[in-house]
């Protein structure tokens, strides 16, 4: 026999009932008022969330990737991947979704392209999650993109600057170093600083400044060191020595300058230096080699005036008694009135004029600037310069001389030298310049001696090659000399402007 529920209890029941079915209207309501706001959470976000399915199918996807598609969540569903898409990039999306269902473990994906709907490749980093139902299983799996393009273009930028900056450090033509501004330990340094000091870079690294510093250059580099650390000085530079590997002393020209952590924190500084060693061997020759000059200019000084008091006898007691003499001669012959010159009287007077000319001669050969004997033409003409300069202080002479001395004969070369002489005496009688400028250069074949003044000028009409027609005979003396050597002479001045004369020689 069967037992009824009676009235009361069915009403009971179906109260709870009710109950039951509000409550899970509620529940309903609420999971998706939730689900509602979790989705416009993930719309809100930039970053790309999709959720997928087995065989690697949308199901779901929020507005940063639908906008990034141009497509809705109706036509992504079901929906492997966007035809637009490059397939070996969706080829990867698969394997990498295959290891997530597979595995169940997370995959971090560090960059992945993706093709958007305008044909744009981008770059994303991607988290894949698997989704577990409530067995464990894997039974979807979500995945989170984050947009690095502008990130890995800047670290593409950076590393591209970072490469060019160390092409640069390494390939510099100076010596570059970083250092720990308290220790002086070398910490970073080039190839063209190893080579200058002679050190192998993993022993450099092991120094400090201090090591390989001259010791009498230390102390004003480590004064300089305090006085940049206390911010006195910004930066500062000077010449010093280094004791290479091999012992051997080298001079630099070391410029420091801070390098800034931060505003206040110089713990390292940057050391730039150039091997100067060569120049300073070039400066020491040159400072001998003006010692020198002086010795020799004090020694041709006294030369020349032992030259002058020989040539004052000579004209004394040689040419001055032949001309005594002559004319004792001569005025005894016109006291006798009444008495003829006898030949033998006029062959006595010619032998006494004969005896004049030739000592006259002897002495003016002879004549000469003793460094042009001594040191050679260059050093001859810059002597002459310096002369000539210094009797005219308004006037600024300029010399330009080729470094290498042209092996030229004597002969030439007091040709040339008396021929400078002759128009800087012009120059300084008729010209009245501002400037006057020697120029000697050489090729091959031909010395070529250039003077030019920017001072009065004078009428003249000559072309290199012909016959000059000049008014004074020093400068015709000069051409002449010149032809007759195989040498040449030309001369243009303009009235107002100043003269040019060059001067060629053979080699």
Known sequence: MKNFKTTQELLTENLALRKQITRLEYLREEFQFTELTYRQILDAI?????????????????????????????????????????????????????????????????CEPVTNCNGNIRYFHTVKSPILDPNGKVARLVAVCRDITKERHTKALI??????????FDQAPTGIAILDSLSGQFQHINKRY???????????????????????????????????????????????RYIRKDGALIWVNLTCVPLWLDENDPRQHIAIVEDITERKKYEAMLIDQQGKLKRWAVLASKAQERERQRIALGLHDEIGQILATLKLRLRNSREQKDVLITVGQIKDINHLLDEAIRATRSLTFELGSPILYNLGLLA?????????????????????????PPNLEMEIATIIYRAIQELLRNIEKHAHPQTVTLR??????????????????????????????????????????????????EIQSIQGKGTQAIILAPL
């Not at 250069?441 to 027609?469: H, M, R, W």
């Open 380 to 404: 001859a003409l810059q002597s002459l310069v310096e002369k000539t300069s210094e009797r005219h202080p308004d006037i600024q002479f300029i010399v330009e001389i080729c470094q290498e």
């Open 194 to 240: 190893c080579d200058i000091v002679g050190f192998p870079l993993e022993e450099m690294l092991a120094l400090s400044f201090k090591d390989i510093t001259y010791p009498d250059d230390l102390p004003p580099d480590l004064e300089n060191m305090q006085k940049l650390l206390s911010g006195k000085i910004r930066t500062f530079q000077m010449e010093k």
């Open 46 to 110: 930039n970053d790309m969330v999709l959720v997928k399915g087995p065989g690697s199918k949308i199901m779901w996807a929020n507005k940063a990737f639908r906008d990034y598609y141009g497509m809705t969540n109706s036509e992504l569903q079901n929906m492997i991947d966007a035809p637009f898409n490059d397939p070996d990039y969706t080829e990867q999306y698969l394997k990498d979704d295959e290891f997530v269902f597979t595995t169940g473990k997370v995959l971090n994906i560090p």
């Open 440 to 489: 000697v250069t050489k090729d091959k074949n031909y010395l070529c001696i250039t003077v030019e003044d920017d001072g009065a000028g004078f009428p003249v009409v000559q072309t290199l090659g012909e016959n000059l027609s000049l008014k004074k005979f020093g400068l015709f003396s000069i051409n002449e000399q010149l032809k007759s050597i195989g040498g040449a002479f």
């Open 159 to 168: 590393r591209e600057g970072e490469r060019r900056w160390q092409a640069i």
